[in-house]
């Protein structure tokens, strides 16, 4: 016996939400109003798949849903236009954490979210659909209507796997 598709979505939402805004984070360069929105769309369309019985089954929902996230935020992005990377708008800490090792953590995570911003539009996209969602680089390709082998197109698929 199956769940009913409002427990099976709720169980979907409850694990993966946070995961997925933490994903949505990093596509965004840091914007976390833009990934907030991203993943609240990519919810909704997940809820309107449950409830459209004429569509295709999705095999798997967690890929599915890290798609879904990461063309939301390339969408919501071009939407938004070039915005840089705003440090005074990050990384809160806790009282306990130590301060040494948390200095080390939030300099690597701004480094990674100044690159990230700095990346082009498609280079950004690419490396959402690969190192994010987990598309294959095959894939990603195709669906963005380029060459598998075109300029960055590998080395910023791999350079987010690593």
Known sequence: ??????????????????????????????RRTLADDAVQEAFLQCWQRFNAPH?????????????????????????AGAVGFDADHHDRAAAEVDWASWMDARGAYRRVLERIVSLSDKQREIMGRCAIAGQSLGDAAKEMRIQEGCGSFRGIAELGRR
């Open 1 to 30: 016996m199956t769940a009913p598709p409002d427990e099976e979505f709720d169980a979907l939402l409850r694990q993966w939400y946070r995961p997925l805004l933490a994903q949505a984070i990093f596509v965004a360069g840091g």
């Open 55 to 79: 569509l295709e089954p999705v095999r798997t929902w967690p890929a599915w849903l890290r798609t879904t996230v990461v063309r939301e935020v390339l969408r919501l992005q071009k939407e």
